[in-house]
Nanobody, 121 residues
Framework: QVQLVESGGGLVQPGGSLRLSCAAF????????MSWYLQAPGKERELVAG????????IYVDSMKGRFTISRDNAKNTVYLQMNSLKPEDTAVYYC??????????????WGQGTQVTVSS
């Protein structure tokens, strides 16, 4: 059974740090690109960061560059998001995403259930 299980969310003060983890089960993790998305209340889900299957390349949304770091451990089937210098506007549900393109017409996509991050004093 395919599962993406996020953990590490919680309440943190502005300027603080959190490390999110996403453990993958039921598919060949090392062949999938992994990403983190966030969804704030009343807004659409948006990309935060992504990492290629072997971990050789990463991308970040501009507002998170320099504060967030995505990494993965293919031996542990886990992707991480280190979040530093957190701001109240980072408050959202954070989702783990796995995707793999098999062809122009066949893409495999999995989502986790989300973990709440709240930045507040």
């Amino acid at each position: 059974q395919v599962q993406l299980v996020e953990s590490g969310g919680g309440l943190v003060q502005p300027g603080g740090s959190l490390r999110l983890s996403c453990a993958a089960f039921g598919f060949t993790f090392s062949t999938y690109r992994m990403s983190w998305y966030l969804q704030a209340p009343g807004k659409e889900r948006e990309l935060v960061a992504g990492i290629t299957s072997a971990g050789g390349s990463t991308i970040y949304v501009d507002s998170m560059k320099g504060r967030f770091t995505i990494s993965r451990d293919n031996a542990k089937n886990t992707v991480y998001l280190q979040m530093n210098s957190l701001k109240p506007e980072d408050t959202a549900v954070y989702y783990c995403n796995a995707d793999r393109r098999y062809s122009d017409f066949q893409v495999s996509v999995y989502w986790g259930q989300g973990t709440q991050v709240t930045v507040s004093s």
